[in-house]
Structures are given as structure tokens and as C-alpha cells.
């Protein structure tokens, strides 16, 4: 039974994907929920699994294309054995090579190459045979093909000229002449994901009055109380380990409520005042930034928003981010810090009119009733659309959270 290999229907936000990863290839056998390949969109890489065991008998887009919603992208034959693959005479291959057929090429009965490598090689005009294969299989992936037009453009070396080329007679024995080493160059096409964030980011810039207000707080409250509780902590929630984020998350909710213009977003000439807090946590991923977003954070406790944000976190990780893991937010919270950062500007993400970014914790003296102390000292950054949030609600807003995490009780009493 033949069964067809939808692209999945992508949400209104989202028109089209593109073809990120085949991990079958024609003629492979694929055991039910085995994942077949990767499409990539504008927020998330969506994951298509084979429906029952069988074998991929045709692929109709190859990596790097571009595929709508629902459309077809291959075809299935279900079984427990996998097809065999027909090989085609070399008279027949010119009249293969004329199709449409995006399916797995066979040459000589014995070279092969995938969708992608296949259609390079054709417009090309290259020997599939005379190409080396790296891929799974023996297959000749598009980097082979890459490399292999690379070797053919270098220019062979001029022998005779090397032999007849006299040596400078006045160049110093005692001088070294410097040895020029290879220089790669590697081009690589944006994924749609980073394409769509830098296209946000630079949006934001030209869009937004965007202005950042600085400010630092003095952790040492804080650590004295993860240091006192986090074995306990662990203990009573599972293992969930107490962390600075959760603090962040509670102090950023309780002055939200204060001031509720940081909470709003812009939509046209309106202003949209949100009566919770939906909070993003952006994390860095091999494939770019995201942002999942707590849901009712004012409503979570410390435990809950650890457990919710290590959830999160792991499955932007391992790529298994759903769209509504990351759609909406009224306010989000960027964590350079991890990283070293000591001092940056984070940039808004749309349509939010604020953005909190935290740093690296640094011991600094400080001076305390006269007295000069070292302190583990944070840098927090505000940045704001000057549009909705006047500078005095912006620091105000800033100093809340100063407040807040320098005075932890704070957070519980609601003062």
C-alpha cells in the first residue's frame, strides 16, 4: 500500500517550511514512528515520523526546498521488507536523467547520490562515479559535490616554472620567508530559523524608539539564600534545583503589576494593557535564539518555575520546541551571564515593549556605610520602546526589581 508523506499543516502565523534533514532515503526500510525528516520554519523544526513500518520508495523534495503546508513530500510502501531498488542500465540512464524524478539516482549500477547532490550534479554536468561518497551507503551527499567542483577549479601547479625559477640572489640567508597557509572559506546557507530571527532583530531597531537603562544589584542576598535552602529545596521538589532565574522571574512579575506600561505591547496605534504575565526566558540553541514563555508566571512558584524552565530549555535543545511553546509573551528576560557577559544592550522582541537582561556576577568593592566591601555585583540592563515607556517608568521599574532581589522578602510579603 502506498501512502504519501505530508509536510505538516503549519499554524496561520507560518506559510511555509523548508526541507531541513532526510534521515531515509529511497529504498531504506523504516520501522513505524522512526523519524523520517526534519522541516524547518520560521519558529520551530517540525519532526515527520513514518506512520507504519514500510520503505521510502520516492522523495519529491529534496534538503533546502521549499514545501507549503500539507503538501506532498514523499512516498511510502508499507511492509515489514524494504523495496528493492531498480537499477538502471547505463543506455537508460540519459532518459532517467530527463525526468522529474527526484527520487535517489543510480548510476552504473552502483553510484549513488541524494536528491540534493543529484540535482548539483546535474546542472553541472558532472560523473556521479567520479565523485567521492561520504554519505550513508555510499551515497554522494551535496558536500561531496561541493568539495569535488572545489578540486576540479584549483589550478594545477606550473612545474616547469618551479624548476626554472631561480632563487632571489639578494634575499639573506639568515632571513625566514614567511610560509602562506591554507585559508578556507565555508559558505553555508542562513537556516529559515536565523533568518527570521535576524530579520526580527533588525526590525526591532528601525521600528522601535529603543533606549536601555542600566543599573546593578547585589546578589549576595540571594546566593546566601540558595546557599542556605537548596538542599532542602531539592529535596522537597524532586531534585529541582534552585536557581537564580526563578528569582528573576518572581521579582520581574511583581513589578510588572507596579507598572503595568512594561507589561503592554503595541499593536498599530493601540495600546495593549496585558492583565497577566506571560514571561519569555530566551535560550541559545544550535539552530538560534528562542524564547518559550512561562504561562501565568505570577501565578508559578520558585519550584514550578525552575522545573518549567529546565522542561523548556532541554526540549529547545534537543529541537522539540512546539509553536505554542514560544508564541505570545509580555515581557521577556535575557540571561547573557551564562555566557561571561558582563555588560550588554538586549534587543526588544516585538510586539513587547521591554526586555530584561541579566549579566555575569562579578565580586567588586563597593562602598557600605563607608566602609569599602567586596560584593558579588550584577550589571541589569532595561531596554524599552520609548514610544510606550517613559524613562522615569523605566528606571522605576528597574530599581523595583534592584529592590526586590537585594531584599528577597520582598517577593513574598508583595512590598
Request: net charge negative; aromatic share 4%; hydrophobic share 40%.
Amino acid at each position: 500500500m502506498t501512502i504519501e508523506i505530508k509536510a505538516p499543516s503549519f499554524p496561520e502565523s507560518i506559510s511555509e517550511g523548508t526541507v531541513a534533514t532526510w534521515y531515509k532515503q529511497p529504498g531504506e526500510a523504516v520501522n513505524r514512528d522512526e523519524l523520517i525528516v526534519d522541516i524547518e520554519t520560521d519558529k520551530v523544526v517540525l519532526e515527520i515520523v513514518a506512520p507504519t513500518s514500510g520503505t521510502i520508495t520516492k522523495v519529491f523534495k529534496g534538503e533546502g526546498e521549499t514545501v507549503l503546508s500539507t503538501e506532498v513530500i514523499a512516498e511510502f510502501t508499507a511492509g515489514n521488507v524494504a523495496a528493492p531498488v531498480d537499477v538502471l542500465p547505463t543506455e537508460e540512464l540519459v532518459a532517467s536523467d530527463e525526468s522529474d524524478d527526484d527520487s535517489e539516482t543510480v548510476v552504473s549500477g552502483e553510484c549513488f547520490a541524494s536528491p540534493a547532490a543529484r540535482k548539483m550534479i546535474e546542472e553541472n554536468a558532472l560523473d556521479t562515479c567520479a565523485i567521492t561518497a561520504t554519505g550513508k551507503g555510499g551515497r554522494v551527499t551535496k558536500e561531496d559535490v561541493i568539495n569535488h567542483m572545489k578540486s576540479l577549479q584549483a589550478p594545477a601547479p606550473d612545474v616547469s616554472r618551479t624548476v626554472q625559477q631561480p632563487a632571489p640572489a639578494a634575499v639573506s640567508s639568515n632571513v625566514t620567508m614567511p610560509m602562506m597557509g591554507e585559508r578556507p572559506e565555508k559558505r553555508v546557507a542562513m537556516t529559515r530559523l536565523r533568518s527570521t530571527i535576524a530579520k526580527r532583530l533588525v526590525a526591532a531597531q528601525q521600528n522601535a524608539a529603543m533606549l536601555t537603562t542600566y543599573n546593578e544589584v547585589n546578589m549576595q542576598p540571594i546566593m546566601d539564600l540558595r546557599s542556605r535552602y537548596k538542599d532542602d529545596f531539592a529535596k522537597q521538589h524532586d531534585g529541582v534545583k534552585l536557581g537564580f532565574m526563578s528569582f528573576f522571574v518572581k521579582a520581574a512579575t511583581e513589578a510588572l503589576k507596579r507598572f503595568p506600561g512594561v507589561n503592554a505591547s503595541i499593536d498599530g496605534n493601540d495600546v495593549v494593557y496585558h492583565g497577566y504575565q506571560d514571561v519569555g526566558v530566551a535560550v541559545s540553541t544550535e539552530r538560534g535564539l528562542v524564547v518559550p514563555v512561562l504561562r501565568d508566571a505570577e501565578h508559578m512558584s520558585l519550584a514550578d518555575i525552575e522545573k518549567t524552565i529546565n522542561s523548556l530549555g532541554l526540549k529547545a535543545r534537543d529541537g522539540k520546541l512546539a509553536i505554542e511553546d514560544m508564541t505570545g509573551g509580555t515581557f521577556t528576560i535575557s540571561n547573557g551571564g551564562v555566557f561571561g557577559s558582563l555588560l550588554s544592550t538586549p534587543i526588544l522582541n516585538p510586539p513587547q515593549t521591554a526586555i530584561l537582561g541579566m549579566h555575569k556576577i562579578q565580586e567588586r568593592p563597593m562602598a557600605v556605610d563607608g566602609q569599602v566591601v567586596i560584593q558579588p555585583m550584577m550589571y541589569l540592563a532595561l531596554s524599552y520602546d520609548h514610544r510606550m515607556i517613559d524613562g522615569r517608568e523605566a528606571v522605576q521599574f528597574l530599581v523595583a526589581i534592584k529592590d526586590l532581589l537585594e531584599d528577597p522578602a520582598r517577593i513574598l510579603l508583595q512590598v
